[in-house]
């Protein structure tokens, strides 16, 4: 949620480019010459905090500086064997005083290097965060919706409701999750909110059938006969008696579709049709930087593949710590 805050490049989407820094290792520093723009727009906290904040610099890439009377002249870093000298008044930096404009000449380090476009990896990798938990928490409320709702129906009322629903979900089972996804978003279009959409739909058949079997082994049970007795309607029955009672099996599957969706959308965005640029994702950093894999920069597009093992490494350990949480039969 914080990530522009803690990100070097706060910008909106870490999209600050400056190409001729492209593609440099980890650890790279460069010296700049900080630039006034005319950007008058001010963000606010709260706007920075979701979007990021416009640029109010250009950092011109230099070697090094020196000032002559009203003018600062320095050479501009091109490659690592050109420079190009320049000459900028002192008026166009700021407004201040000689000495002053010392803080307009910095030094920035990437300590992740930067990418194909001259961008700083680790704030596209920060901000990319948000894009892969969104995905996960969105897929996932998407998920549980459908499956709860079509498992509790094909559970607790069997006979028909229980064959035309279980037909409906063999029929999507047995299309390739990626097939599915590609032709739901081909149907909704290529976009931030349409991918996520499109995973959702695609993971609640397990929940489905999760809910489906919990349902049929519960509904027999004591307390829900009793409830049938007093003459609760099935609607309750099933919302304030059945649901809770098997709560723990469905958030294990919850954080099993919360790993899925993340390497779905990964996959999806490395195939060109999930989140578009400049909006970073971490598939989409391995595609533009892959083809450095068989070159001395190879960390750039195994850096975000790094961070999508840890993220679903995590909520896969999530999921093993719930089940052996909610699991009353071995504790």
């Known amino acids: 949620m914080f990530g522009y ?6 910008s909106t989407d870490a999209d600050l480019q400056t190409v001729e820094i492209q593609s440099k290792p980890a650890g790279f520093k460069q010296l700049f010459l900080k630039i006034p723009l005319n950007n008058k727009n001010e963000s606010s906290f709260l706007s920075t905090i979701f979007f990021g904040k416009q640029a ?3 950092f011109l890439p230099i070697n090094n500086y020196k000032f002559i009377d009203e003018k600062i002249i320095v050479n501009k870093y091109v490659d690592d064997d050109t420079a190009v000298s320049l000459s900028y008044s002192i008026a166009e930096i700021t407004n201040s005083n000689l000495e002053n404009i010392q803080q307009n000449i ?3 380090k990437y300590y992740l290097g930067t990418d194909s476009f001259g961008r700083d990896i680790l704030s596209r990798l920060i901000i990319g965060t948000r894009v892969s938990m969104m995905v996960g928490f969105i897929a996932v ?3 549980l919706t459908i499956g709860i709702f079509l498992g509790a129906l094909a559970g607790y009322y069997k006979g028909k409701t229980d064959a035309a629903i279980m037909w409906f979900l063999n029929v999507i089972w047995s299309v390739p999750t990626l097939l599915l996804v590609f032709a739901i978003t081909l149907a909704l279009g290529k976009g931030f909110w349409q991918i996520f959409i499109a995973v959702g739909l695609t993971l609640w058949v ?3 059938r999760l809910v489906r079997g919990q349902v049929m082994a519960v509904k027999e049970l004591e307390y829900v006969q009793a409830a049938r007795a007093l003459g609760y309607r099935d609607r309750r029955i099933i919302l304030k008696h059945i649901l809770p009672n098997i709560i723990g099996p469905i958030l294990v599957i919850a954080a099993g579709n ?3 969706a993340i390497i779905v959308e990964a996959g999806l965005s490395f195939l060109g049709i999930g989140v578009q640029p400049p909006q970073p994702s ?3 950093m391995i595609k533009e930087n892959y083809n450095l894999i068989i070159t001395h920069n190879a960390m750039q597009a195994l850096i975000p593949g790094f961070a999508i093992m840890l993220l679903v490494l995590a909520f896969n350990l999530l999921g093993s710590g719930l089940r052996d949480a909610v699991d009353v039969k071995s504790s």
């Open 5 to 10: 805050i803690i990100a070097p490049d706060a």
């Open 56 to 58: 109010a610099y250009k």
């Open 106 to 108: 910095v030094t920035k």
């Open 141 to 143: 409320f998407i998920s």
């Open 206 to 208: 397990s929940v489905a």
């Open 258 to 260: 919360f790993a899925t």
């Open 282 to 284: 971490w598939g989409l």
